[in-house]
């Protein structure tokens, strides 16, 4: 499916995708923290102006390798940009994916709202029996270097998370996360500070006492080396730790 924007020049809003929401929060506790990895990131754009980005990793120690290759087109004349599974246009953003299988067609719908720095999620999944199994809702504010998002997930699963740009070097972030099933709660908070303009520094820690730490630096235009490791706070003398080793490339 492809994704309809746009051109920014219009006086109107357009949201995030739904898998977007509360994105600076995940990407502070998650970019440069793929512990026990070693990736490499890709990205280039051909003459034609279509963007290609690949992402491979290996788990040394399952010896398990994945990747993921994704493309871009972007129409500048028209004011459009197309990519995969992804429907926006004007305030309203959705989503819609149809699986066939033996069983019947199962379809996944989603839809984003936006409103003066306002944002709130509905998902939802219908089987072929017409039966909701499963819905998602979130509820989000955001403005120039602030973000707020909260979600709730079938009911049993609460979060929410602080995004804050604290200064033009500094990115701080807090989430928490409550599953009534079990009683479990998970917090952590994160922050990344920017060295140099090719170079930063990011640290992260949980209420189970894991710590991470990361670092990374362009060697050349266009070329990125993130080694990170991930320390076990409650047994610094036992062993466990792991280490990452992540190069990003882009032509």
């Excluded at 149809?98 to 067609?105: M, N, W």
């Excluded at 604290?166 to 989430?175: A, F, G, M, Q, R």
């Excluded at 991470?212 to 990125?224: E, F, N």
């Amino acid at each position: 499916m492809a994704t309809y924007r746009q051109n920014s020049s219009w006086p109107v809003c357009i949201p995030p995708s739904p898998a977007d929401l509360g994105k600076a929060t995940r990407d502070s506790f998650n970019k440069g923290f793929g512990f026990g990895l070693v990736k490499l990131d890709a990205k280039t754009k051909s003459c034609s102006g279509v963007e290609f980005s690949t992402s491979g990793s290996s788990n040394p120690d399952t010896g398990k390798v994945t990747g993921i290759l994704e493309t871009k087109y972007k129409w500048c004349e028209c004011g459009l940009t197309f990519t995969e599974n992804l429907l926006m246009r004007e305030c309203i953003d959705l989503g819609c994916d149809v699986d066939f299988d033996f069983a019947g067609p199962a379809i996944c719908g989603s839809a984003v709202f936006g409103y003066e720095g306002w944002l709130a999620g509905v998902f939802g999944y219908d089987s072929a029996k017409s039966k909701l199994t499963r819905n998602n809702y979130a509820v989000g504010y955001r403005t120039g270097d602030f973000q707020l998002h909260t979600d709730v997930n079938d009911g049993t699963e609460f979060g929410g998370s602080i995004y804050w740009k604290v200064c033009e070097d500094l990115d701080t972030s807090v989430n928490l996360a409550w599953t009534s099933a079990t009683n479990y709660t998970r917090f952590g908070t994160a922050a990344k500070y920017h060295l140099a303009p090719t170079a930063s520094i990011s640290a992260k820690v949980n209420n189970s006492s894991l710590i991470g730490m990361s670092s990374t630096q362009t060697l050349r235009p266009g070329v990125k080396l993130t080694p990170s490791a991930l320390i076990d706070g409650k047994s610094i003398n036992a062993g466990g730790h792991k280490l990452r080793l992540a190069l990003e490339l882009e032509a």
